[in-house]
Structure formats: C-alpha cells, structure tokens
C-alpha cells in the first residue's frame, strides 16, 4: 500500500509560479511510474503530467506544454510539478498518483493505470 501526500498548492496571481511536491510511503517508489492530474470544479478529472519509474521519460498534456515540468527525486520518493505561467484556466485540485511501471521508460496519461492517489491540493490561479 502506498500513501501519497500533495503539498504546495496555494493561490498564485495570474503569470505566476507554484511547485507542487507529492511525497510516497509504504511502497517500493522507485517503481512506479508516477503522474499528476487535476479536476476543476464542474469538470472531468484530466491528465497533466507523468514520469517514468526512472525519470528518463516524461509526458504531459498540450494544455500545459511548455509551462509545466514533472521531475522526480527517487531517494527522497517525491515527485514534483513545477508549474509557471499559470494562467486562471489552471485552477482546479491537483492530485499525485502512482502507476505500477512495467518499465523504466513507460509513463501513463490514463486514469485507470493508477492504483494510488493522493488527496489532492488546491491551486487558484486569480486573474
């Protein structure tokens, strides 16, 4: 069982800049493929980011190329979402999530290939 904790949400005023972290326990961290996605309020949970096991392949959502990086520090079993430019269209709930990786190089921009989720936290991006 792995636990996922989210931190560093927050308001931010439009053009800025938030780091989100996601810390894991309990499992093996170094496998799984880990990924971020968010939820607006009214809205359908949508892929943002993800990032193999080994950190050598990463995807991301066209809605966010360019402005937003995931990386991930495996001794520290976190994973990061570096996040600039935001604009108010990014405000939602951001969640963490763990993918069992079948390989060092896959990441995973479904839902369904995530058995573990954080909590979430809020980011509110004014205008």
């Known amino acids: 069982q792995v636990q996922l904790v989210e931190s560093g949400g927050g308001l931010v005023q439009s053009g800025g800049s938030l780091r989100l972290s996601c810390i894991a326990s309990g499992g093996a961290f170094t496998r799984y493929a880990m990924g971020w996605f968010r939820q607006a309020s009214g809205k359908e949970r949508e892929f943002v980011a993800g990032?193999?096991?080994?950190?050598?392949?990463?995807s991301s959502a066209d809605s966010v190329k360019g402005r937003f990086t995931i990386s991930r520090d495996n001794p520290k079993n976190t994973v990061y979402l570096q996040m600039n430019t935001l604009k108010p269209e990014d405000t939602a709930v951001y969640y963490c999530?763990?993918?069992?990786?079948?390989?060092?190089?896959?990441?995973?921009?479904?839902?369904?290939?995530?058995?573990?989720w954080g909590q979430g936290t809020q980011v509110t991006v004014s205008s």
């Open positions: 990032i193999s096991w080994s950190g050598r392949s990463t």
């Open positions: 999530a763990a993918a069992w990786g079948q390989t060092s190089s896959m990441t995973y921009t479904a839902g369904a290939a995530y058995v573990y």
